[in-house]
C-alpha cells in the first residue's frame, strides 16, 4: 500500500519503520520542513528515536504533502490529541484513516473518531512503547474499527511477527482505554514519586482500571476490551516502564513541580491534556473517576499529599461494588 | 483477638506485625524450635524480613503449639501451598482461619479450601510483598469467605489505614488468582530474562489475566474477581516487582538455570509447584492454558526459545475471542 504517516514524533517514526518492513511504501509528514530536510539528508530523525535507519521511508513537511495524502491509500495520523482535530480537517483526499493518538479531543471532549468525517476510520492502540518496537524488539496492538472488513485488511497489512496486530470493533472502547490510561500513569508516577511502593502502584492501577471500565461501560463500551491489550496491556506498560512520558510526570509533579514544568521537561504529556477532558466527560455521564479527579486537583495546583490520602484512603467498601465489570 | 499465625516466613511474620499493631495478641508458630527462639531472644525473626522488630509477637515452635491454636480466636495460615494440607489436618480447635497461601494442593489439585474441614474458612489475598508492608508502606488486600459475616468481621479486624481489606465472596475467583498469577509471573520472568522488553511483557500478562479468567469461569469463579485486587492488582506486582520470586525465578531460567538450580537459589518458587498442577485442573476442565502450558515444558527442560516463540507467534484472531470476560 502507498501509507501517507502524518507525525514524525517516536511512534510515527517508529510505526514507518514497521510500515516500511512489511513492504509498503511509506511517506513520512512532518509538521516542519526542517525534520523532514534533516531525514532525507541523514536518513535518521534527529529528534526522535535518532538511532534508527529510516531508509526506504520518505520524509516531507505537511506544506508539501498535499499531493502524497491525497493519493494515499491509508492515512496514518500520529500527532498530539490536542493537533488532532485540526490536522485531520486539513486532510485532502478519501483515504481510510488509521489513528495511533491516545486522547481526547481537549475542545469539544469528544473522542478523536468524532472529528474524522468522509472517510473510513481504525485506531491503533496497545503496550507499545515506540523505543522498544524501533530496537525490534516484539509487540501486539489491537486496531478497532466498526467496519470488519477495514480492521481485517489492517490486520494483514502492518502485522508480522514482531508486531501482532488484532481486531476488534469496540472504537470507542478503544479510544477511551488510549486516554484514560494515561491520567492513571500519571497517579502511578505520583505513587513512585512518593515512594508508596509497588503494592500501593499495584493497587492504584487496579482502581484505575475499574475506573476506566466504569466511565467506558458508561459510554456503550465493552468490559472485556478494558482487560485487553488496549486497556491492561497498555495500562500497565505506560505504569511500570521507567521512560513513561505520563508516569515520569507524575513523579516530577510529586517531586515538587509544577503541571508546566513536567511537560517543559518531558514534551507532550496526554495525560495532562486528557485529565480535565475526562472529568468534564464524566460529569456529564454522572460517571465517579476520584483517581482523574485526584489528578485534576494536582495539576490546579493542589496538594500533593492530600492526592496520596484520597488515593489511599477512600474508604473500604465491597470489592465487586467498586469494580462493576458486566 | 487472640490470633495464631502459623509460619513464619516473609509474609507470616509481616502479617504478625500488621495484627500485632492493631492491638491483637499474636503467636507467631515456626516450623522449627530455634527459629522460635531466636526471635524470642532477639525480638527478630532472622531468616525473613531481620530489620522488622517483633516485639509485642510472641514465638513459639509448632511441637509446643497446640494450647495456643486450640484457644486462639483466629488461625492464620502462613506456609508453603506444599505444606498447606499437612499444617492443616494437625491444626487443634475450631477457630476460623484465615489463609494467605497462594498456590494448589500438589497433590489432590483442588483449591487449598477444600483442606479445611470443620472450621470457618476465609482466604486473604492482593499486591502485598511482604518487605514493603513490613517497612510501613501502604498496601490494599482482598478477604474472601462464603460467609459474609466472617469476612466483614476480619475486614474490621484486619483493615487499617495502612493496610485496606475489601470483601470478597466469590472463595474460588480470590484462590485461583492467587495460584495461577504466580505462573504468569514466572513467564514474565522469563520474557525480561530473555530481554524481550516491557512492550512484550504487557501483552504476556494481558493473555496471562484473560487466560486466568478463562479458568476461574470454567471453575464457577466471577471474572471481576480477576479484574481485582487479588487478580489484576496482584499479577501487576509480581510481574514487576524485581524481588518478586517468582519473575526471578524465571528470569534465572531464562538465562540457563534448571527449575530445580532456580528453586535452589531462590527459596520456595510457589510458580514452580501450581504450574503442573493447573495443567492439570485445566485438562480436566477442557480449558486451554497456553502460558501455564508453556511453563511446564519449560520446568520439564524445554527449550526457552521455543517458549518465546509459543507465547509471542501464536495466531492472530479477535481479541475479544481470547478474552470471553463475560
Known amino acids: 500500500m502507498r501509507i501517507a504517516v502524518i507525525g514524525a514524533g517516536a511512534w510515527g517514526t517508529a510505526f514507518s519503520r514497521l510500515l516500511a518492513d512489511r513492504g509498503h ?35 516531507l513537511p505537511s506544506e508539501q504533502s498535499n499531493d502524497v495524502v491525497e493519493t ?52 491503533l492502540s496497545g503496550p507499545n512503547f515506540a523505543h522498544e518496537i524501533a530496537a525490534g524488539l516484539p509487540a501486539a496492538a489491537v486496531v478497532a474499527s466498526e467496519e470488519e472488513a477495514l480492521a481485517g485488511r489492517l490486520q494483514l497489512e502492518i502485522g508480522s511477527l514482531r508486531f501482532r496486530v488484532y481486531v476488534n470493533d469496540d472504537v470507542t472502547g478503544v479510544e477511551l482505554c488510549g486516554a484514560a490510561k494515561n491520567v492513571i500513569a500519571l497517579a502511578a508516577g505520583v505513587v ?29 463500551a465493552r468490559a472485556e476490551t478494558f482487560a485487553g491489550l488496549a486497556g491492561m496491556g497498555d495500562l500497565v506498560v505506560t ?20 503541571a508546566e514544568q513536567a511537560a517543559g521537561q518531558i514534551g507532550t504529556v496526554e495525560g495532562l491534556t ?23 486537583t494536582l495539576i490546579e495546583g493542589g496538594d500533593v499529599q492530600g492526592l496520596a490520602a484520597e488515593l489511599m484512603g477512600r474508604r473500604p467498601r465491597e470489592e465487586s461494588w467498586r469494580l462493576r465489570l458486566s
Chains 1, 2 share one sequence.
Open 25 to 59: 511504501a511509506v511517506d513520512l509528514v512532518t509538521e516542519l520542513a526542517p525534520q523532514a530536510e534533516a531525514i532525507a539528508a541523514s536518513g535518521h530523525n534527529p529528534d526522535f528515536l535518532p538511532e534508527l535507519a529510516l531508509e526506504g521511508i520518505r520524509a
Open 72 to 123: 494515499a491509500e491509508l492515512v496514518v495520523v500520529a500527532v498530539p490529541s490536542s493537533a488532532f482535530a485540526g490536522v485531520v480537517a486539513a486532510l485532502p483526499g478519501q483515504a481510510p484513516l488509521l489513528s495511533l493518538v491516545k486522547g481526547l479531543d481537549p475542545v469539544s471532549g469528544e473522542r478523536l473518531s468524532a472529528r474524522v468525517h468522509g472517510r473510513r476510520f481504525a485506531v
Open 192 to 220: 513512585d514519586g512518593l515512594g508508596l511502593g509497588d503494592n500501593a502502584k499495584a493497587s492504584l492501577m487496579t482502581r484505575g482500571l475499574a475506573e476506566m471500565i466504569r466511565l467506558g461501560i458508561a459510554c456503550g
Open 239 to 258: 505504569c511500570w516502564h521507567r521512560e513513561g512520558r505520563n508516569r515520569r510526570a507524575g513523579e516530577l509533579i510529586a517531586r515538587g513541580a509544577s
Open 274 to 296: 486528557t485529565a480535565p477532558v475526562l472529568r468534564a466527560l464524566a460529569g456529564r455521564l454522572g460517571v465517579e473517576l476520584p483517581i482523574d479527579e485526584a489528578v485534576c
